[in-house]
């Protein structure tokens, strides 16, 4: 490609800028265009849009590749640890064993959470969905941790990214154990990072509970499939809200809040209640034709996405590990079937052929995760707590970017034009 592209407007010609990355499209470089044309972009859902530069993940849709830190995404739901993970997205590679005993040590050491924040928490009622609660407590650590809240200092920086990953599971285990009245679990450093968080989710202080080494290793694997998927709705809100200046924990509550909506963090818990409400095999024609029925505002949730036109590559490990934790379990479930059923009967569809829509890594989880037995209420927030540590390493890129600018983008407005007041009495 060319290192410039040719725009025109109005006879006149600009020349702009082409850069290329390490891998994948290039891009145009429009940032003097309305300076020098007058002119905005419209681009809605930034489609077209580039709106930083990153070193963190690289998704191709069209060939269903996702890597994160040039690591595939399935090498690393194989072989490595969600500690692991979380430490290749903050520090950009790899860490020795030293290093990763250490990083662990520390966010260990950071589990517990400011005791008052429990009554915080008793503020809410007992049917809040726990992700009202977490929009809420995750904002709120920024008035426990005044002194990780200064952005320009690097120490406080990721004193604050390691709070936050270590709190978070803390904080969702709490949201469900407040949810069914039973009492808050301490955290035990002595557990992994995804025991620990199962055990303060399952356990009761009444009981020793014994982390199934299986669950913990597919939940591990859920998290690392969780952890980051570059400029996606919730990470570009967060990077958004840090733009002004705003501090992490309040970042990540903004983080939290976009996660929350069907169309995104919220589509496993709407994938499993769809297939629930499919229920047998033979109701499948039924919803699909009501998925390509143009009148019909529904959709086969858990299918399409903005990016991946191929196939989703988180979609495939969720796919296998289903089958383990069954397998592990010994359990069988006629959702199971079910989706297994929907998705071979929508991929010989022309209808999602031809839209390039496959199942997503939300198709799949929610079956896993109710056989864990969470609720599909916590489905959002495992999602969640999975994500703040891409949206901690990619928070902390945009605070060190040179380029990085407040977030404000235009308009095309086609409102009225100026006109001028009249009098309530008058109208
Ligand atoms: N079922 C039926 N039709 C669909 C679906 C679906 N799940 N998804 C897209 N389509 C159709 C649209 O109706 C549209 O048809 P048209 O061109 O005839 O108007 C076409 O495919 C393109 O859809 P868009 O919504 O324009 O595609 P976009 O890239 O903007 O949307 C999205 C992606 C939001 C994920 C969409 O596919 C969707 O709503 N899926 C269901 C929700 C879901 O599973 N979300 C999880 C995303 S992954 C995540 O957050 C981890």
Known sequence: ?????????????????????????????????????????????????ASCRSEITYIDGDEGVLLHRGYPIGELAEKSSFMEVAY??????????????GFS?????????????????????????????????????????????????????????????????????MAYKYSVGQPFLYPDNSLSYTGN?????????????????????????????????????STSTVRLAGSSGANPFACMAAGIACLWGPAHGGANEAALNMLHEIGTPDRIPEFIARAKDKNDPFRLMGFGHRVYKNYDPRATVMQKTVREVFETLNVSDPVFETALRLEEIALSDPYFIEKKLFPNVDFYSGVILSAIGFPTSMFTVLFALARTVGWVAQWNEMITDPDQKIGRPRQLYTGPTQRSYVPVGER
């Open 105 to 173: 040590r520390t966010i260990s050491r950071h589990t517990m959470v400011h005791e008052q924040l429990a009554t915080f928490f008793r503020g809410f009622r007992r049917d809040a969905h726990p992700m009202a609660i977490m929009c809420g407590v995750v904002g709120a650590l920024s008035a426990f941790y005044h002194d990780s809240t200064d952005i320009h200092d690097p120490q406080q920086r990721m004193i604050a990214s390691h709070r936050l990953i270590a709190k978070i599971p803390t904080i969702a285990a």
């Open 197 to 233: 968080f199962l055990r303060m989710t399952f356990g009761v202080p009444a009981e020793q509970y014994e982390v199934n080494p299986a669950i913990e290793r597919a939940m591990d694997r859920i998290f690392i499939l969780h952890a980051d998927h570059e400029q996606n709705a």
């Open 1 to 49: 490609m060319t290192d410039t592209a040719k725009f025109e407007l109005a006879g006149k010609d600009f020349d702009y800028p082409v850069l290329s990355g390490s891998v994948g499209p290039d891009v145009v470089d429009i940032r003097k265009l309305y300076g020098q044309t007058g002119a905005f972009t419209y681009d809605p859902g930034f489609t077209s849009t």
């Open 88 to 101: 290749l997205l903050l520090n950009g590679e790899l860490p020795s064993q030293d290093e990763l005993d």
